[in-house]
């Protein structure tokens, strides 16, 4: 079996909204909306990873303007470039920029991780919203709307992506490998799905990492979700509980920072740790994970407060 050496989440990325997985009200409701293009209200997205929010803005954008889509669309990640000289400078700088093409009713700016914004950023951005109303829109893309100020949210039509079911998710992994001519077991296919947890693009990267090995199955499956990098979240719950905090921190650092393991995963590993030692302080550690988990979602820095959780398990070591 030869494997491209091209990511299939980029070769096989849908460029028509109707080829999007799921979403089909969300598909519904836009292509309505884009029937008279020049009243497109801004859109801001929002849904846990890998449902289809970037991947739905960009199908926007070159179904608005066609060829030129590159040329007349800005694509930001705010995430990278969080302060409020970015949305001040690169946007203002694209939005103002003249020579406007009359085939093309407006410039299009697509702001990723636009929760992950400063408020003084997003109210720096409110107003270049308003200001540039007359030839650009705006498609901001968050995974937790919560943190998205209100002013900006009542400017948007809003659309919440749903997580993708597993059978979805299956089906769409036996496309992409009838296309590569690979060969797959439903208990491995399944696997796959059950490790995305609604995530597409996750599933399609692990079904690239399992085929690279060979036909997929279970076993390949759970080699190449890394369960290595499930035990080494083990580890970290076991350091920080037998009192080692500093380990258990550079531990946790790596695993986000060099493995990009994202902060909801190593929560829901630690969990999963927690449940399967059955330490005998279950109730109270198991408090405290929910305690952070709750103070990632509501804005908090997230290495700031797993170093906190670290630290505050590690009380139990005496």
Known sequence: MTISDI??????????????VNQKDIKGSLSALLKNQEEMPH?????SAGVGKTTMALCIS????????????????????????????????????????????FKIIILDEA???????????????????KFCRFILIANNISK????????CAVFKFSQIDEKEITTHLKAVLKKEKGKA????????????????????????????????????????????????????LKLAVSGKIQDSRNKMIELVKV???????????????????KYDNLEELSQIIAKYDYRILVGSNPEIQLSAMLAELGKFSK
């Open 115 to 133: 929760d992950e914004m400063t408020s003084d950023a997003q109210t720096a951005l409110r107003r270049i919203i308003e200001d540039t109303a």
């Open 148 to 155: 998205i100020i209100n002013p900006i949210q009542s400017r």
């Open 62 to 105: 070159q179904e608005i303007l066609g060829d030129k889509w590159k040329d007349y669309t800005l694509e930001l990640n705010a995430s990278d470039e969080r302060g409020i000289n970015m949305v001040r400078e690169r946007v203002k700088k694209f939005s103002r920029f003249a020579g406007l093409d009359t085939e093309i009713p």
């Open 7 to 20: 990511m299939w989440v980029e070769k096989y990325r849908p460029k028509k909204i109707s080829e999007i």
């Open 185 to 236: 077991d439903e208990k491995g296919l399944k696997e796959i799905a059950g490790y995305a947890g609604g995530d597409l693009r996750h599933a399609i990267n692990l079904l690239q990492t399992a085929a690279s090995t060979g036909d997929i199955t279970q076993d390949s499956v759970k080699a190449a979700a890394g369960l290595t990098k499930t035990n080494d979240v083990e580890d970290v």
């Open 43 to 47: 859109l801001l997205f929002s849904g």
């Open 259 to 277: 493995y990009g393991m994202s902060e909801s995963d190593f929560l829901k590993y630690i969990n999963q740790a927690l449940f399967s030692a």
